[in-house]
């Protein structure tokens, strides 16, 4: 196994795109280390992206944040002006492991990892992050929904890297949450994940909604009709109802050790209630 | 060397100003800076790394493993497989009792179980060797594998835990439930546990002829010096165990271990010092673990609730080639009062590991069925738990009529109740919200566990410096005993803890016996405590011997020992220093040695054990089912307590793996292979401190004048008991569902 560790974005991609073995990003390790330990995979090539410059800052861009792929969660945290903009995707990102993870972890890791369990994925697929993919054919922007392909598998082309994520410019009256369910108070794969972001007009009525689940499919699920049954409401009981109903029905969970698929199809309705919850009062307060 | 054995008060009295002082680990300091030496941190000189490959069928037989690409991998220095292992004196499968276990220590090509040694491949690097073992890749004849409770014939097994009977009948059973104004059935799962201790199996060995010295973690140094002699055929004097820390046991490092034995083995095969850790995933197979149970419990009780009748049925496994059964319905046996009371055991033989002696063995799964029980009888007798507890509180042991040696459980009751605030628990279930509209629910177990001894020999000696040395074979396993014992020798030779050197920790010290059972504190705290006064003695023989010491003639009036001086006991003011007796003695120093051991008679006359109480409140999300312990009251009785610090941490200790128990613990086996599916802590779960509660533990006092010269019981296992059955009843009451099927999990609880 050939370990390198580029200065460039440009160096990374053509180092990837020459190798013919299997090749792999590392960010922050967190994942891969475990996966390489536990003999899950043996790569040819380990590229390591934390030399690049330019994937270990957060810039402001257009009024929204560019995040570079090396910046960890505890980075993100610290980030008062993200924090305040985007607390939903912040939160998510800080639920990552334990304090040691969040000094490696990266949201775009999370991303690439392509765990339908992740847990920053919903939160940034509702907030309709965007993804810049470099390769050899040069870059491109995709919605994050995009990234991953099924478990453990990612749409990303040969020598192709996640070089940043996007959060667009918060608008008035947004608001974002994600909440996770996990048995366990810590440390432990979210059963359930949903990340729900909403912006409400001055009248308090939703005029748009994301609501996107975890861990109740192969991939992070965009349930479109759960957003549909909150546009145009003023987010009463009897929306929330018509939301969590939604959002059980949108849900393909399987059954495995922690926890059934009936159960999960339940957990996902409640779950996805509770964080609109918490994006209404975040969306009310952005309007105030 | 004079030796004696305490079971009564020595006539030279000591006064201890050591025993009951809530003193920190002596061992702490070592412990949070990284100096402590574990077996794994031992590197001699010439040092090889093994590794072992492990079987991933669970039945059949190893037909192809491919020596040649691993010897070809760079640093590979020996690949050791049943063709070329050393020969052994002794024969891994004998059984010669029931205490010796049968050994994987690659005698064939035979798979018995998943994740057994197959192979092992030792080499310059841990790296090369971890490389060498994959490039093994072993084929396999595989047979389907029998994996859980009901995929085997049934048997009463002759004897269950270490040798109790597997059939217990007192009374008439069918009977009282007859006669009974209510009655109940019930049947409890309990899963697959593995013990995981944080430190996985270790051994550093090294042969120097037919001497051998390791380092490895061990609970029972003597026992494992025994085995490695009969299987080498070596004299036990040419073995060497070094075992000064193990960073935790639960009964996996109790009895040698394969693994253990194959890296002594690798080492006498080629030559040179190896060293062998088993990563977390390989502590699934080879070194034990608990068998699931399944217990059927079928109680009566009259009009006033007092029980009628009491029968407990476990079902469990042991593996196909071994002796190992959870005697899980025993739990019934000294707690409740019956007039009859049956308890019985079935096995059934699966393809997996033996299982071995687990935290509270048989007493941790049978505590929580028997808890659980006993509140639904309560419910159907429409009687608060707890005062349907004290409606049967046994005064003497139910099954034979015994006396109970102490019994404070009565005081743990109404102290564990008064703190927790008991009284103002609704009788009703699902009748109690928070703040936040959680679900909110009381539950009461009450914890048992036998006071046991082993056997244990310490020797002491008092110098003309003034200072003593007490050495014992002992084992802190991270409960504390290198304190608490040091502190019962300080009194035992009757010095301050700083004058006394207490060595423990290697095999070549006298006999420690077992830190197992909870008797380790009793057990070698009765040997130092002899061995002490045994040399106290001799010192005390010498002064009243010697017409120019003050003590001359003490005769019949004896002395006492204190702050290194013995006084009279008549007249405390004559006194002579250990040192100026030594001197006048011409003596460099005396020395004896003393013995631990249970009392036979008294055993037979009383019931032995230590009782507690257990309050547990818990919080349950009414939509997602999500359970969260938010307090645990423990008000324990075990005799005398030699450091309250260390064992409010054993309680600690023991109630949270009553909340793993309860919530989180078990292995999930795949039934196709035979393999457990979470074989690492990021499945197998355990509580993080974020699950634990405000924990609150209560000592209660109790003077024990019969288990031992000391009045000490066991505190490590008996906080697992009663607090698994206080969760699932405050669970119950918290919801009104009885989930019967152990971990409690949320999509049990939501139906
Ligand atoms: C103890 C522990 C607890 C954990 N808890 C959680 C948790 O609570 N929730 C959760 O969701 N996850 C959890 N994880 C998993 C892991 O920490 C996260 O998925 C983390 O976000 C991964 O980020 P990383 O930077 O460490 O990724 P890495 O391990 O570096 O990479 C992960 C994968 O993505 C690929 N990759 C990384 N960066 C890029 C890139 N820029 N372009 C293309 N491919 C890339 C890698 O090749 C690899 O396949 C935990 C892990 C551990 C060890």
Partial sequence: MRYEAPETLDAAVALLAGESGLAKVLAGGTDLLVQLRSGMIEPALV?????????????EESGGFRIGAAVSGAEMGEH????????????????????????????????????????????????????????????????????????????????????SLFLPARGAGQGDAYLRFIPRTEMDIAVVGAGVCLTLDGDGRCTRARVALGAVGPRVILAEAAAAALVGTTLDEAALDALAEAASAAATPIDDKRGTADFRRRVAGVLARRTAVIARDRAKGAAA | MPEITLTQDPVHLRHGSNIGRPLTRRDGLLKVTGAARYAADNNP??????????STVARGRVVALDVEAAMAHPGVVEVMTPANRPALAGDPDAKPNPLVFRLDLLQSDRV?????????????????ATEGAVLLAPRYESEPPAVGLDDGERFVP??????????????????????????????????????????????VAR???????????????????????????????????????????????????????????????????????????QLYGPVGHRSPTRQRLRLGADGEGRLTALEHHTLMSSSRFDEFFEPASNASHALYASPAIATLHEAVRLDCGTPMFMRAPGEAPGSAALESAVDEMAEACGLDPLEFRLRNYAEVEPTTGRPFSSKALR?????????????????????????????????????????????AEARAVIRRDGGGTVEIGACDMGQGAWTALAQIAADAVGLDGERVEFRSGSSDLPDGGIAGGSAHTATAGSAIHSAGAAVVARLAELAMADERSPLFGAGNAGVVARDGRLHRRDDESRSEGYAEILERAGLAEVEARGKGAMDAAAQQRYAMQAHGAVFAEVKVDPDLGQVRVTRLVGAFAAGRIINPRMVVSQYYGGMIWGVSF???????????????????????????????PALETILVEEEDPHVNALGIKGVGEIGITGTVGAIANAVWHATGVRVRQFPITLDRLLG
């Fill in chain 2, 207 to 281: 042969w120097d002829g037919d001497r051998l010295t390791l380092d490895t973690p061990s609970q029972a140094m003597a026992m494992a010096r025994l085995r490695l002699a009969a299987l080498f055929g070596i004299p036990p004097e040419n073995i060497l165990i070094r075992s000064p820390f193990l960073g935790g046991g639960f009964g996996c490092k109790g009895l040698l271990s394969g693994p253990q034995v194959l890296g002594v083995m690798a080492a006498r095969l080629v030559g040179r010092p190896v060293k062998l850790a088993l990563t977390r995933a």
């Fill in chain 2, 112 to 128: 018995r179980y998943a994740g057994q040694p197959i192979a092992l491949v030792v080499a310059e690097t841990l790296e090369a």
């Fill in chain 2, 411 to 455: 005081e743990c009751y109404a102290r564990g109740a008064e703190r927790f605030g008991w009284e103002r628990r609704p009788l009703a279930p699902r009748s109690l919200r928070d703040e936040h509209g959680l679900l909110v629910g009381w539950g009461v177990g009450t914890a048992i566990f036998p006071a046991l001894m082993f056997e």
């Fill in chain 2, 662 to 692: 309860a919530l989180h613990e078990q292995a999930v086996m795949d039934r196709r292979s035979g393999r457990p599916m979470n074989a690492d802590l990021a499945g197998y779960h355990i509580p993080v401190n974020a699950d634990l």
């Fill in chain 1, 80 to 163: 008062a002006g993200l924090k305040a903009a985007w607390p939903g995707v912040v939160e998510a990102v800080e639920l990552i492991g334990s304090t040691q993870v969040q000094g490696r972890a990266t949201a775009a890791g999370n991303l690439c990892n392509a765990s339908p369990a992740a847990d920053s994925v919903p939160a940034l697929v509702a907030a309709g992050a965007t993804a810049r993919i470099v390769g050899p054919g040069g870059s491109r922007e995709l919605p994050v929904e995009a990234v991953a392909a099924g478990p453990g598998r990612t749409s990303l082309g040969r020598g192709e890297i996640v070089a």
């Fill in chain 1, 47 to 59: 590229v390591d992206i934390k030399r690049i410059a330019e994937t270990r800052r957060i810039q």
């Fill in chain 2, 45 to 54: 000189k010439g040092l090889l790394h093994a590794v072992v490959a492990v």
């Fill in chain 2, 158 to 203: 002759t004897a269950v835990g270490p040798g109790a009977p597997a059939e217990l009948r007192h009374g008439d059973v069918e009977a009282g439930l007859a006669a009974a104004a209510q009655a109940i059935e019930a049947t409890y799962e309990t899963p697959p546990q593995y013990h995981n201790p944080m430190e996985p199996h270790a051994v």
